[in-house]
Every structure is written in C-alpha cells, then in structure tokens.
C-alpha cells in the first residue's frame, strides 16, 4: 500500500511562487512515475506535471515553462516548483502515482493552493 502526503500549498499572490512536496511511503516509489493533478472548482480535473522513475518530465501546456517537477527517491519524495503563479492555477493539487503517467492508483489527500491578490 503506498501513501501520499502533499505539503507547501497556500495562499500566494499573483507572479509568486510556491514548491509543493509529497512524501510517499510504503514500497516501489523509485520504480513508478509519480505526478501532479490539480482540480479547480467548475474545471476538468488536469494532469499537471508528471515524471517517470528515470527522471522523464512532462507538463500541461498550461504550465510548460513555470512549473517544474522532480523527485528525490532517496527521500522518497516528489516536489512541484511552481513559478509565475496566476489565478488559473487555484486548485487543489493531488500527488499520484500509478503503473504510467495519466494512470494513477494512488492520491494523496490533496493540498489548496490559491492565487489571488
């Protein structure tokens, strides 16, 4: 059984920054992509960022250049370096992982982030 635990949301303005964090526990972190989905009141579900066990990234067009994704296995722990923040990016932001990226078995409890002035 694996477990997510994000950190490091909050309230920012817009053009801030933020760097989220998940733990996860429990065993194979290092072999499995991980990633970042976020839900927005009134928006489809987004698959954000994600990032394969030998270190492969990917992004929405939405957040290509601003956000980066990466992933410390000795610490067995996955971040989101978010830059640029703007409205559009208030949602609640889940840490995944799962046998590809997309297809996530597991979710954190999420974590709120809001940006607003």
């Known amino acids: 059984q694996v477990q997510l635990v994000e950190s490091g949301g909050g309230l920012v303005q817009p053009g801030g920054s933020l760097r989220l964090s998940c733990v996860a526990s429990g065993s194979g972190f290092s072999r499995n992509p991980m990633g970042w989905t976020r839900q927005a009141p009134g928006k489809q579900r987004e698959v954000v960022a994600s990032i394969t066990s030998t270190g492969s990234t990917s992004y929405a067009d939405s957040v290509k250049g601003r956000f980066t994704i990466s992933r410390d296995n000795a610490k067995n722990t996955l971040y989101l370096q978010m830059n640029s923040l703007q409205p559009d990016d208030t949602a609640v932001y889940y840490c995944?992982?799962?046998?590809?990226?997309?297809?996530?078995?597991?979710w954190g409890r999420g974590t709120q982030v809001t940006v607003s002035s």
């Open positions: 995944n992982t799962g046998p590809a990226p997309g297809y996530w078995d597991y």
